[in-house]
């Protein structure tokens, strides 16, 4: 079988469908993937297309949910879908697959696969889900089909035409063939407890003083606090940290999470379904995009606490760490959730799926 995975935007996008890639992969099969040139992982044969993020710094802006989902349909559901539509047909003309696998918000590739008569599966990459369905989504989806040659789609069959697959535990958001969403990993104590404090990869450039303000405050905190701020910003712009604080550019969050007992983040969904598998509870600042969502679930199912990114003291911060430390109710909803997750069936279990959609045909 012949797989191509297709993804829409940065490393949020593609994380999710690593397992089921490298799952694929150890069963024999043959796998390849299409977005950012910088999105490609390693160890697969790679399509780039589009451009990778400015990394422009931008200042902090207050939360506008109505902006934010405004960008989110013309951007993924306009420009964005255009572009994934003819790349991924062009990778699809070359690889030539059985299967298109994309992630939710790469509607352009599931037009791509419709288009060319190949199935497709989508991968759940929104850890709330509520937010990547804004309305207008239709209409402007029919502009791009209409370039290929497809009818509209008012309902938007084509977003679960064949399978979805989560690795979102229901409880957080219900929906798709659920899949687990890394191996079992033993949690590992730290004294003092370890804290993981990011901003992402896209809006750590758009933060402002956030990152200074919040380490101000966390800071004072008895933790052993590891910091990540992104490519695009040299660590050495916090200034001299005392030795307690460790403050780089980039730590793979997997080598992290499992000793966390905390994080402190914006919310993004790879760092909170990444947070969940692990059981860890968060602090969310969210700033945009699908945060604020996720931040509200979050908040809804007891698993942290919420801040307002423009409006947080340092006091603030170290207060509602200090709270998602202490308070037993955090880590025992998170440690549900990550029971919940290492129930799933694993990622072998899910290629089962494909090879029967690959057998079967469009």
């Known amino acids: 079988m012949r797989l191509l995975f297709g993804f829409a935007g940065g490393r949020g996008h593609v994380e999710p469908l690593l397992p089921l890639a490298r799952a694929a992969t150890a069963r024999?099969?043959?796998?390849?993937?299409?977005?950012?040139?910088?999105?490609?992982?390693?160890?697969?044969?790679?399509?780039?297309?589009?451009?990778?993020?400015?990394?422009?710094?931008?200042?902090l802006q207050r939360l506008d949910r109505a902006r934010e989902e405004h960008d989110f349909l013309h951007g993924f559901?306009?420009?964005?879908?255009?572009?994934?539509?003819?790349?991924?047909?062009?990778?699809?003309?070359?690889?030539?697959?059985?299967?298109?696998?994309?992630?939710?918000?790469?509607?352009?590739?599931?037009?791509?696969?419709?288009?060319?008569?190949?199935p497709h599966?989508?991968?759940?990459?929104?850890?709330?889900?509520?937010?990547?369905?804004?309305?207008?989504?239709?209409?402007?989806?029919?502009?791009?089909r209409a370039l290929h040659g497809l009818p509209p789609d008012p309902g938007l069959g084509m977003?679960?035409?064949?399978?979805?697959?989560?690795?979102?535990?229901?409880?957080f958001r219900p929906g798709g063939a659920p899949m687990r969403p890394m191996p079992p990993?033993?949690?590992?104590?730290?004294?003092?407890?370890?804290?993981?404090?990011?901003?992402?990869?896209?809006?750590?450039?758009?933060?402002?003083?956030?990152?200074?303000?919040?380490?101000?405050?966390?800071?004072?905190?008895?933790?052993?606090?590891?910091?990540?701020?992104?490519?695009?910003?040299?660590?050495?712009?916090?200034?001299?940290?005392?030795?307690?604080?460790?403050?780089?550019?980039?730590?793979?969050?997997?080598?992290?999470?499992?000793?966390?007992?905390?994080?402190?983040?914006?919310?993004?969904s790879g760092t909170v379904i990444g947070a969940l598998a692990h059981g860890v509870p968060l602090v969310v600042v969210p700033m945009g995009a699908d945060q604020p969502a996720n931040a509200d679930r979050v908040a809804e199912l007891g698993l942290g606490l919420v801040l307002d990114a423009v409006d947080a003291t340092p006091a603030d911060a170290e207060a509602a760490l200090h709270a998602v430390l202490t308070d037993p109710a955090f880590t025992a909803n998170a440690a549900a959730l990550r029971e919940e997750a290492e129930s799933m069936p694993p990622p072998d279990e899910v290629v089962g799926r494909l090879e029967a959609l690959a057998q079967d045909g469009a």
């Open 159 to 171: 977003l679960d035409r064949h399978l979805v697959i989560s690795p979102v535990p229901p409880t």
């Open 28 to 59: 024999g099969h043959d796998v390849a993937f299409t977005g950012r040139p910088g999105g490609l992982p390693a160890g697969f044969p790679g399509f780039p297309a589009g451009a990778d993020d400015s990394g422009e710094r931008r200042p």
């Open 121 to 144: 599966v989508s991968v759940v990459v929104l850890a709330a889900g509520t937010f990547g369905r804004p309305s207008g989504l239709a209409l402007l989806l029919d502009e791009t």
């Open 185 to 268: 990993v033993p949690r590992q104590k730290t004294e003092p407890p370890t804290v993981y404090f990011t901003l992402g990869t896209i809006f750590n450039t758009e933060s402002g003083d956030l990152f200074g303000r919040l380490l101000t405050g966390l800071r004072r905190l008895p933790v052993r606090l590891v910091v990540t701020v992104g490519a695009a910003i040299d660590p050495a712009e916090l200034g001299p940290q005392p030795p307690h604080v460790r403050v780089e550019r980039f730590i793979p969050q997997a080598e992290l999470l499992p000793s966390c007992a905390a994080v402190v983040s914006h919310g993004g």
């Open 77 to 118: 559901g306009g420009w964005i879908a255009r572009e994934r539509a003819a790349s991924t047909r062009a990778a699809a003309a070359e690889w030539r697959p059985d299967v298109i696998v994309c992630d939710e918000a790469d509607f352009g590739s599931m037009i791509a696969a419709e288009s060319l008569g190949i």
